[in-house]
């Protein structure tokens, strides 16, 4: 399978706690973003990589978010202190830069604060 | 302002008919990128087609056409012969070129649920 692979495909966990989330690109991709999408909406924005560096994050991703991507291959998505409104679908896409740049979806993780 | 305005939340389709999925956007950019996606109950976001805001002609990929109408600021989605697998979330999206560099990241509209009936 060459498309985007994210993991865990769902967590579950209690208030307070942290999480980390991965995802793998599509491997000639040097482009990553992650989105989170809540329920009945569309994925709004969090943050992306071009390689290693983090080159955007949204001011949805407030300080308990960090994210990385440190050999500009895999990334992680790190929640700490996660409360119930982290509750989502983090979606990860890879793309590669150029004139179209066809961003190209994981299965996302689905998340739930207890 | 909303950047991508879907106005239908619901779509019903008869099997083998044609549906056209409303989208228009907002932006000062004269390069942009406009694309749609499908998003099945399973939750996975599946690309369907792009048009780039300089494409003198509509994109058509398949079942799939954009029709684009720049001066409107319209990228509406027509599927034809409509399938029963076809029913699922459909979601236009920009990307905005700002400054004349890309950053790439995707803003998205509310989305419209497409049901085909049998």
């Known amino acids: 399978d060459t498309g985007v692979s994210q993991n865990p495909r769902h967590k579950i966990t209690k208030r307070g706690q942290n999480v980390t989330f991965r995802c793998d690109p599509i491997s000639e991709h040097n482009r990553l973003y992650w989105y989170r999408q809540t329920l009945g909406q569309g994925p709004e924005f969090l943050t992306y990589f071009q390689n290693e560096a983090q080159l955007e994050k949204s001011r949805l991703l407030s300080d308990r978010f960090s994210a990385e991507r440190p050999k500009g291959s895999f990334s992680t998505l790190e929640i700490q202190r996660t409360e119930q409104g982290d509750s989502a679908m983090y979606l990860c896409a890879s793309s590669l830069k150029g004139t179209q740049e066809t961003q190209y979806f994981g299965p996302g993780t689905r998340l739930l604060v207890l | 302002a909303q950047k991508i305005t879907q106005t239908q939340p619901g779509m019903f389709v008869q099997e083998k008919e044609a549906v056209t999925l409303d989208c228009t956007y907002d932006t000062s950019d004269p390069s942009y990128g406009l694309f749609w996606y499908k998003q099945p109950s399973s939750g996975e976001m599946i690309f369907l087609i792009y048009q780039g805001s300089y494409d003198q002609q509509n994109a058509t990929e398949g079942r799939y056409s954009l029709n684009f109408q720049k001066a409107r600021k319209s990228a509406n989605l027509v599927i034809s012969a409509s399938q029963l697998g076809d029913s699922a979330m459909y979601f236009c999206?920009?990307?905005?070129?700002?400054?004349?560099?890309?950053?790439?990241?995707?803003?998205f509209g509310q989305g419209t649920i497409l049901t085909v009936h049998p």
């Open positions: 999206a920009m990307r905005e070129a700002v400054g004349g560099t890309s950053y790439g990241k995707l803003t």
